[in-house]
């Protein structure tokens, strides 16, 4: 008998009944239910997360413990525009990204390096960026940093242990805020405390369903979560499902078994669910997101809402003077996003949106249009385009604003 | 109106395709019906491309009206031809439903397959209602679309010197690449009488259907239970880096990788049957290729490799001396024709490749676990790899040698340090490691389970069920 004849005898003894009287004697595969198999990776998986919990998030050294109501924080100098007390907060208006710096005034204390930070704010406009500033005895020239974390519009406890400046003992700490908006932040309380399992916990789990929306980086990488983590999910799943699977393997050799196939790919495949369970929350998260900026608007609306507002209407207001036949343009900017947009905005005119510095490559004819354009001017007495290394080009101006305009050159 | 149109839009391609693909197949009645239609959406595609090249080529302006009256005669000719002339090509058994399950797990079938539609749902979203959102597809690709749509005709995309020199033509930030895909946003675009960069980027949606299509049918006919199949069709399509190339649909890479997979996935069912009709599939695939992006000249040498290797590599001398022609082939073919591009990409990269494309892989989501469990399907499945599966695994490796030649000995690697490209080149063969990885563990799986491990299977499409076994095996 070959061996494949001993297969299939073996295969029918197992799946009909039927005697194999030649079959090779093969090891007996343990049946295990899915469930087993699945409860055994997802207690794997729960022991891992909480043994890195433990192992990150308890101390026994009592670290920093400060509470400073907004009230409470001193503004640094030099500050170009001072905060205002109103109550228990207090408000720092728009800072034209130069930071304000509000000082906790605390006593020197020391710290074991694990210890987080949390601020109560309104919510913060697009933009603003909270900072942990702080000094070291050991470093007094050194001014250090720890950008805090935010979660949209609010900011949430940023843990300092993966911070290696925060050590030693700390003579100073402030918080810095930047905001380019006009909107002003009203911070309430700051707060500096020990880490705790419950601590860490939390931020592992805020890391991992932090949604931050389409951007320019999604099309070229997934973060899954925080772009930045303490741990990512992908390589824990893994972890728990190779450990059950190599432990059920030795327990099988050990009694002279072999293992189900079950318990390899049942935890693979409940890790694989677990992140696409994950992976699809940011889809439906993102749906509501692209619903809200798009739904019930026309496609001008919907590209009106994607773009810098005074840039898609300066667009707008340039196609509308150009001819319905495809004529030459030369589009340029300061920005390669408002040059190569305005390009696509263009077409299916005959639009150059390269960065050409030589104004010499126009002709008449041409359209030249620009948008954020710092060194070309159009001096409207001479009706010419003037280059800032005083080149210059006779044109008519069809659309014209500081620093971008549409011009046809004569 | 703007619906039906869209639908004819979508659908009159794709059934050209399915419908002539179905001719060459066998006619039994229990022909299965998923595979044509799968890859008839790629024959549509190579079709409808060609037919509007050809137009432009000698002269004749497009209209959706005309474009749409030629493929409903190729429709009606497939139809016609199918029925008088079928059954040419051996399209193997009409029954491909395995007996053996080593994963009878039924629940797992039905999660998957809500999974896949609530996810297919959730991206038609996005792609209904998102304007053409990353750089390039707005500055490389739909460039072209718009352009050709509005003046109904292929006009000339020329490089920036020409330009400045005024030669007739216009210019984008890539005027050398391959039209396909933007002639499928163009195709759109006609028939919907104006350019909307939403709607026009709806055949990302269909490619992901055909995708998800064509894996379920190919897995089912290499004899994978349904359970297994919805999975393997499941997770391909849940890979991250895939749905955002659906949901921000305009780039090319996806439609790379979905070709690539399924041609893959037709290479491994030739192999293992010699069916004439999925060397017809691999044949529209490995045309397809090079006509939507730059690299898809080399995923085609990496699939003519594979073939050659099939056919003819039954040794290792064989298999070195058709692996050594087609490098050199290959390496030619693109110094030749892309010499400009090469150049850019020669010399080291600038920063640091390793720790980068470990993130990519491995922490990120990007590719879930991918490529945590690949290694270990050709670990346990190495043997089917090597016996059974010679070509498949010769194409697939010489992809990854590719993706390594390209980021680790050239400019390219500074694509890995930005987070840039990297992922977007994977995109291109992990579909198929995936769904081929899959197809090797199903099969250790089986072995494992109910086959003695001595017991070699038998190469060809003689199954594992040689008995007539229909109640499923396992616990």
């Not at chain 1, 101390?59 to 409470?72: C, F, K, L, M, Q």
């Not at chain 1, 609010?154 to 700390?170: A, F, K, Q, S």
């Not at chain 2, 995309?157 to 163009?186: C, E, K």
């Amino acid at each position: 008998m070959s061996a494949f004849e001993c297969g299939v005898a073996r295969l029918k003894a197992i799946v009909l009944g039927v005697p194999a009287t030649d079959a090779p004697e093969l090891p007996a595969i343990s049946p295990v239910p899915p469930r087993a198999a699945l409860t055994a990776w997802l207690a794997c998986l729960l022991l891992l997360i909480a043994s890195l919990v433990v192992t990150s998030g308890w101390h026994p050294d009592p670290g920093a413990y400060v509470t400073r109501a907004g009230r409470e924080l001193v503004p640094g100098s030099p500050a170009t525009v001072q905060p205002r007390v109103r109550g228990d907060v207090i408000e720092v208006a728009k800072t034209d990204n130069r930071p304000i710096v509000l000082n906790l005034g605390i006593r020197p204390f020391r710290t074991a390096g694990s210890d987080y930070v949390m601020v109560d704010t309104s919510p913060l406009p697009v933009g603003t960026e909270l900072a942990l500033l702080w000094i070291r005895r050991s470093d007094p020239g050194h001014v250090q940093e720890q950008v805090l974390k935010l979660d949209r519009d609010h900011v949430v406890p940023t843990l300092l242990d993966g911070n290696p400046e925060w050590r030693g003992e700390i003579t100073s700490v402030a918080i810095g805020i930047k905001s380019p908006s006009d909107t002003p932040v009203l911070i309430g309380e700051v707060r500096l405390r020990p880490e705790s399992p419950r601590v860490v916990l939390a931020d592992m789990l805020r890391d991992w369903k932090y949604f931050g929306g389409w951007d320019g980086r999604s099309i070229n990488v997934a973060f899954g979560g925080r772009d930045e983590q303490r741990i990512y999910l992908p390589p824990l799943v893994a972890l728990a499902a190779f450990l059950v699977a190599c432990t059920m393997g030795l327990v099988a050799r050990r009694r002279r078994r072999r293992a189900a196939v079950a318990w390899i790919v049942i935890p693979i495949v409940a890790s694989w669910m677990l992140l696409d369970l994950r992976w699809q929350r940011q889809l439906i998260l993102q749906a509501g997101e692209t619903r809200a900026a798009f739904a019930g608007k026309t496609l001008a609306e919907r590209h009106a809402t994607m773009e810098n507002p005074s840039f898609f209407e300066f667009v707008e207001a340039a196609l509308s003077q150009l001819p319905a036949k495809p004529v030459r343009i030369f589009a340029t900017s300061d920005f390669d996003y408002f040059r190569l947009r305005a390009g696509y905005y263009l077409y299916p005119h005959n639009v150059l949106a390269f960065d050409w510095a030589d104004p010499g490559i126009l002709r008449s004819g041409d359209y030249l249009l620009m948008f954020a354009k710092s060194d070309v001017r159009f001096d409207e007495s001479a009706a010419m385009l003037v280059w800032s290394d005083g080149r210059r080009l006779p044109a008519r101006a069809l659309v014209k604003g500081s620093g971008q305009g549409l011009y046809q050159i004569r | 109106m703007e619906i039906f149109v869209l639908g004819v839009a979508l659908l009159l391609p794709w059934a050209v395709g399915a419908v002539w693909l179905h001719a060459l197949q066998s006619g039994s009645p229990r022909t299965p019906l998923l595979q044509p239609i799968a890859y008839g959406h790629l024959g549509g595609i190579l079709v409808l491309t060609l037919l509007m090249r050809a137009m432009s080529a000698i002269g004749v302006r497009w209209s959706f009206m005309t474009l749409s009256l030629i493929l409903v005669a190729l429709l009606v000719a497939g139809i016609a031809i199918g029925s008088r002339l079928g059954h040419k090509l051996k399209s193997g058994d009409p029954r491909p439903v395995a007996h053996i399950d080593p994963f009878p797990w039924r629940w797992l079938g039905i999660m998957a397959a809500i999974l896949l539609v609530f996810r297919m749902g959730n991206l038609a979203y996005e792609v209904l209602l998102q304007p053409i959102y990353p750089w390039d597809a707005w500055t490389q690709w739909a460039t072209k679309a718009k352009v050709w749509s509005a003046l109904h005709t292929m006009a000339p995309f020329i490089d920036y010197s020409q330009w400045l020199a005024r030669q007739p033509g216009y210019v984008d930030t890539a005027s050398h690449y391959p039209a396909t895909v933007p002639l499928m946003q163009a195709w759109m675009s006609l028939a919907l009488g104006r350019f909307d960069d939403a709607l026009i980027n709806l055949p990302w949606l269909t490619l992901c259907v055909a995708l998800a299509a064509g894996i379920y049918a190919q897995a089912r006919a290499l004899r994978v239970a349904a359970s297994w199949a919805m999975f393997i069709t499941y997770a391909a399509l849940s890979l991250p880096m895939l749905d955002t190339h659906v949901a921000l649909a305009g780039y090319a890479d996806l439609y790379v990788g979905a070709v690539f997979a399924l041609a893959v996935m037709s290479l491994l069912r030739w192999e293992r049957s010699r069916e004439g009709i999925q060397l017809v599939y691999l044949v529209i695939s490995i045309a397809l290729l090079p006509t939507l992006k730059v690299p898809g000249v080399v995923w085609a040498a990496t699939l003519l490799l594979g073939l050659l290797v099939a056919a003819f590599g039954r040794t290792r001398g064989r298999v070195a001396a058709i692996t050594l022609s087609i490098a050199a082939a290959t390496a030619v073919s693109v110094v030749a024709l892309f010499r400009g591009k090469l150049v850019s990409v020669t010399g080291q990269a600038q920063g640091e490749v390793v720790q980068p494309l470990f993130d990519n892989l491995f922490l990120f989501d990007n590719w879930h676990l991918l490529w945590y469990v690949l290694p270990i399907a050709l670990a346990i499945g190495w043997r089917d790899a090597i016996h059974r599966s010679r070509g498949t695994s010769a194409t697939l490796v010489a992809g990854f040698v590719f993706l390594w030649a390209t980021f680790a000995l050239t400019r390219a690697g500074n694509w890995v340090a930005d987070y840039s490209t990297v992922n977007r080149a994977l995109l291109h063969i992990a579909p198929a490691a995936l769904v081929f990885g899959a197809v090797l563990v199903w099969e250790w799986a089986i072995r494992r389970e109910v086959v003695s491990p001595i017991v070699e299977l038998p190469i060809g499409d003689q199954p594992y069920a040689a008995a007539s076994i229909s109640k499923p095996v396992g616990p």
